[in-house]
């Protein structure tokens, strides 16, 4: 059964850049037809698909966030990152990463402050 768990800073700056990454246990980031994706859910709102790495290392990303917004990953380590720049307020969220839209981790809240 794959299993995943982000991790990350919980606090971060004003126009700084979040990295976090998702560790990935139970099965390969490579396998085929597998999609690794970040979603994000502010408080009080629904949740937003930021983008997606595949099985194969191609990315997509929401347009919203396309400009600020990268995703890689490290398949000898077996998880993938979220890098997120220019961080305002409205940046706090739980962040969750997920295989399929199917599995996802636990989340972890980050809090964007001035």
């Known amino acids: 059964q794959v299993q995943l768990q982000e991790s990350g800073p919980g606090l971060v700056k004003t126009s700084q850049t979040l990295s976090l990454t998702c560790i990935v246990s139970?099965?390969?980031?490579?396998?085929?037809?597998?999609?690794w994706s970040w979603i994000r859910q502010p408080p009080g709102k629904g949740l937003e698909w930021m983008g997606t790495i595949n099985y194969d290392g191609s990315t997509y990303y929401s347009p919203s966030l396309k400009s600020h917004t990268s995703i890689s990953r490290d398949t000898s380590k077996n998880h993938f990152s979220l890098q997120l720049s220019s961080l305002t307020p409205e940046d706090t969220a739980v962040y969750y990463c997920a295989r399929n839209l199917k599995d996802w981790g636990k989340g972890t809240l980050v809090t964007v402050s001035s």
């Open positions: 139970g099965g390969s980031i490579t396998t085929t037809n597998s999609y």
